[in-house]
C-alpha cells in the first residue's frame, strides 16, 4: 500500500508515530515560511504542515501543490499547538509534521470547488461526476448507499434467505411499462428485453423449492424520468413460500425499523408501521402514497350541502360528484391576493375551482366571522357543520373543491403538499413509514375497452371476493400492498397466484386469449402445474430509500452515475450512435429521419 493510515483515523493517540498518507489536496495555505495542506481521502481529512527548516526539500515541493493534487506524504503526528485545534474534525487534535512527499498525479484547475458545498449547475456536476462524487455530500451518500445495501444483505442472510442472481437478457412480457428492448445477433429479428423486475423468475424460484429468495436486483424501464424515477434502478428484490400477506408486511416492518435504526439513527420512526386501506387512504389523503408527517385529512362535505342553494356545490353533488376539502390552520387571514394564487393553483391542476373559507371566529353569526365569497349562499347551520367536520378552528382557512371525484382528490392532495409546505408541517428528520393495502384488483380502460391489472396480472385476489370476478371485477380487492414514506411510494408487493386456473381466469379477464398466454406468460403457467407454493414478496425500491435517508429531494444525488432528466449521460454521452457495421451485423438499419437530436445542442 502506498499509505499506511487514512486521512480520517488518525488522533491523538498516534503522536510522535511516523505515517504515510495518500490523498488529494483539499487545501493549501502558505502562511510565508510554513505550508499547511488538508490531505483528503475517503475517510476523512488530516493538516499536514511543511517546515521549510525541517524538511526544505518537502517543502519545495508542496510549495508546488495545487487543489486536487496528489499526494504521498510521510511524517510524524504530533498535537497541534495550543489554540489551532479544530473542533469540526475528527483529526483536529493533530497534525503530520512532512519529513517526505511525492506528486502522484496532477489536477487541472477543477471547473467547480470540490472543497466547498456551492450551488453547481446540475449539467456540469453530471458531465465531471468523478469530481462531484469527491465532494463530501456526494460522498456521504454514496457511503450510505454501501451501508444500507449492506445492512439488508446481513438481516436477509440472518432471516434464512438465499441471494439468487436472475438474467438481464429475459423475454419481452407486459408489465405496465416499455422495454428497453436488446437484438439478438445470433437470432436475427428476434429481441431479448431488460428486466422490469425479476417478477416471474422469482416466483419460478418458489416453484423450484428455495423458499427464501432475494437479490439486489437492477431494473429497467423506458419511461418518462422525474426527480424520483430513472430508466434504470436498484431494489431489494424478495420472494417468500408458504406465507400469507402478514408475514411479508411483518418482515419489511423489521427490516426498515433496524435499518433506519442502526444506519441512520439520528433519525425518527413512528412503529409500528399503520396500515391503512386503498379506500380510506384515498378519502382521506386524496392519493395513495400521502405524507403521513402531518394532518390536513380531508373530508367528503357532499351529504350536508347537498341540498344547497350554492350551484357550485348543489351541481357537483348533482353530477354525481364531490365536494371534499380540508383545513389549513392559521391561514384564515390570508389576503385575496394569496388566496387567488391557490385558486389559478387548482385551476391549472384541473380542478373547475377552488371555494376558500376563512373562519375568524367561533360565533359564525357574527359580522365578519366568516371571510368568503361562498359566505352569502350558505347558511350559518351549515358553515358551522362543515367546520366540524373539517375539524376546523377560529383562524383556519377552508380549501374546498366541488369536481368529480378523481379529480377532487388530485386536486385537493397536491393543495395538501403545497400547504404543509407553506407551514413547515413536515418534520425533515421524520420517517414515516406506512402500508397501502387492498388495492382494487383490476381497474376499467375506457381506452383500451377492457380491464387492466391494477397491480401486476400475478397478483391474487381476496378469498371471499373471487365470486365477483364474474359479476363485479371492480369489486374484487387484491392480496396487494404498498409501503410509502414521507410522500414517496418505496414499494409495491402481493400474495401470487399459485394455481394455473386462477392465473388464467385473470389473464382472461385482461383480455388475453388462450394461444396469447402460452405465447407470452406459458413458462409460467406451465411451471404453476408443478406443485407451485403459495407464495408472495415485494421489491423495495433502493434509490428511493436512500434518497430519504439522506435527506435528498431527488434520486440522483444518491446514485454514483445517473440519467439527466432526458435519460442523456453527460458523462459518457450515451445513448449515442453506433456504426454501420454493428447495425449489419443484428440486421438492423436507422432511416435518417428516425436519430434523436443531440441532447447537448
Known amino acids: 500500500m502506498l499509505k499506511t493510515h487514512s486521512c480520517g483515523h488518525l488522533d491523538t493517540t498516534y503522536i510522535g508515530r511516523e505515517v504515510t498518507l495518500a490523498g488529494w489536496v483539499h487545501r493549501r495555505r502558505d502562511h510565508g515560511g510554513l505550508i499547511f495542506i488538508d490531505l483528503r481521502d475517503r475517510e476523512g481529512m488530516t493538516q499536514v504542515v511543511f517546515n521549510p527548516q525541517l524538511a526544505p526539500e518537502a517543502h519545495a515541493i508542496a510549495s508546488e501543490a495545487r487543489s486536487e493534487y496528489v499526494l504521498k506524504v510521510t511524517g ?7 489554540g489551532t485545534d479544530n473542533p469540526k474534525l475528527p483529526t483536529g487534535q493533530i497534525e503530520v509534521v512532512a519529513r517526505a512527499v511525492s506528486i502522484l498525479n496532477t489536477s487541472k484547475t477543477p471547473p467547480f470547488y470540490v472543497n466547498e458545498e456551492t450551488e453547481v449547475d446540475e449539467p456540469l456536476r453530471l458531465k465531471y461526476r468523478y469530481l462531484d462524487l469527491r465532494r463530501s455530500r456526494m460522498k456521504e451518500n454514496l457511503l450510505l448507499r454501501h451501508k444500507v445495501l449492506r445492512f439488508m444483505r446481513e438481516f436477509l442472510d440472518a432471516q434464512g434467505f438465499v441471494e439468487v442472481e436472475t438474467p438481464i437478457l429475459i423475454k419481452s412480457t407486459p408489465e405496465g411499462a416499455r422495454d428497453f428492448l436488446v437484438p439478438s445477433r445470433i437470432t436475427p429479428g428476434k429481441f431479448y428485453a431488460l428486466p422490469q423486475s425479476p417478477q416471474q423468475l422469482k416466483q419460478i424460484l418458489m416453484v423450484a423449492g428455495l423458499e427464501k429468495y432475494y437479490q439486489i436486483a437492477r431494473c429497467f424501464r423506458d419511461e418518462d ?9 436498484t431494489q431489494l428484490d424478495l420472494e417468500m413460500s408458504f ?22 439513527p439520528h433519525l425518527k420512526l413512528v412503529t409500528p408501521f399503520p396500515r391503512i386501506s386503498y379506500r380510506e387512504v384515498m378519502d382521506k389523503y386524496g392519493n395513495d402514497k400521502p405524507d403521513l408527517r402531518y394532518g390536513l ?5 357532499s ?39 391557490l385558486i389559478q393553483k387548482a385551476k391549472d391542476l384541473g380542478a373547475k375551482g377552488l371555494v376558500t373559507v376563512g373562519i375568524l371566529a367561533e360565533d359564525l353569526s357574527q359580522p365578519d366571522a366568516v371571510h368568503s365569497v361562498a359566505a352569502k349562499h350558505l347558511s350559518v347551520d351549515m358553515l358551522q357543520k362543515m367546520v366540524s367536520r373539517l375539524g376546523a378552528r377560529p383562524g383556519d382557512l377552508l380549501l374546498i373543491v366541488a369536481d368529480r371525484v378523481e379529480a377532487a382528490n388530485e386536486v385537493l392532495s397536491r393543495l ?13 428528520n421524520m420517517m414515516s413509514f406506512a402500508f397501502v393495502l387492498d388495492f382494487p ?11 387492466d391489472s391494477v397491480h401486476h396480472p400475478f397478483t391474487a385476489p381476496h378469498e371471499e371476493d373471487i365470486p365477483l370476478l364474474d359479476i363485479a371485477p371492480e369489486q374484487v380487492r387484491s392480496l396487494s400492498y404498498d409501503i410509502i414514506c414521507n410522500g414517496y411510494e418505496l414499494s409495491s408487493g402481493s400474495i401470487r397466484i399459485h394455481r394455473r386456473e386462477m392465473q388464467e381466469k385473470i389473464l382472461r379477464l385482461l383480455g388475453y386469449s388462450q394461444e396469447d398466454m402460452e405465447e407470452r406468460f406459458g413458462h409460467l403457467l406451465e411451471a404453476l402445474d408443478y406443485g407451485a407454493p403459495p407464495h408472495g414478496g415485494i421489491a423495495p425500491g433502493i434509490d428511493r430509500l436512500v434518497m430519504l435517508l439522506a435527506g435528498e429531494a431527488n434520486i440522483r444525488e444518491v446514485i454514483a452515475f445517473p440519467k439527466n432528466q432526458t435519460g442523456y449521460c453527460p458523462l459518457t454521452r450515451a445513448p449515442d450512435e453506433v456504426t454501420a457495421e454493428q447495425l449489419a451485423e443484428l440486421r438492423l438499419a436507422v432511416t435518417p429521419e428516425e436519430k434523436a437530436p443531440n441532447p447537448l445542442s
Not at 510524524?76 to 495550543?82: C, L, N, S
Not at 385529512?297 to 362535505?301: H, R
Not at 351541481?315 to 389549513?328: R, T
Open 76 to 82: 510524524e503526528v504530533q498535537r497541534r499547538p495550543e
Open 416 to 428: 395538501r403538499q403545497e400547504m404543509a409546505s407553506r407551514l413547515g408541517l413536515a418534520d425533515p
Open 243 to 264: 406465507v400469507e400477506q402478514e408475514d411479508v408486511l411483518d418482515l419489511i416492518e423489521k427490516l426498515f425499523t433496524a435499518l433506519v435504526q442502526t444506519v441512520t
Open 297 to 301: 385529512e380531508l373530508s367528503d362535505l
Open 303 to 341: 351529504d350536508l350541502v347537498a341540498g344547497t342553494e350554492f350551484q357550485v356545490f348543489k351541481g357537483a353533488v348533482a353530477a354525481g360528484g364531490v365536494v371534499k376539502g380540508f383545513a389549513a390552520p392559521g391561514c384564515a387571514g390570508y389576503s385575496r391576493k394569496e388566496t387567488d394564487v
Open 225 to 233: 424520468l422525474r426527480a424520483d424515477r430513472q430508466l434504470e434502478f
Open 441 to 451: 384488483l383490476l381497474a376499467w380502460s375506457e381506452a383500451e375497452g377492457r380491464w
